[in-house]
């Protein structure tokens, strides 16, 4: 039983910013990682960032310098701060945790960059 709520994702102008946050719920071991991955219609789903229980950060060379990840181990928490958005960044976003060997996702939220 895991269970991860995304929230935070919306409509911004290119170059505005977003934060996205996600709590996790359940059945949540002390080693595990956390992060977002994001899909848009007709292609796969691809990483965004992860930052594991021990803070080590791994981001896609798309969104470096531009989002940042954080995570609250005591909350099971997880946030993204997205800056300088480009419509290239519209997609849903998924909140996902990997613990014991297995994945879990959330249902998604959409955020659109549009002027």
């Known amino acids: 039983q895991v269970q991860l709520v995304e929230s935070g994702g919306g409509l911004v102008q290119p170059g505005g910013s977003l934060r996205l946050s996600c709590a996790a719920s359940?059945?949540?071991?002390?080693?595990?990682?956390m992060g977002w991955y994001r899909q848009v219609p007709g292609k796969q789903r691809d990483l965004v960032a992860t930052i594991t229980s021990g803070g080590r950060i791994n981001s896609a060379d798309s969104v470096k310098g531009r989002f940042t990840i954080s995570r609250d181990n005591a909350k099971n928490t997880v946030h993204l701060q997205m800056n300088s958005l480009k419509p290239e960044d519209t997609a849903v976003y998924y909140c996902n945790i990997f613990q014991l060997g297995m994945n879990y996702w959330g249902e998604g939220t959409l955020v659109t960059v549009s002027s």
């Open positions: 359940g059945s949540i071991f002390r080693l595990n990682t």
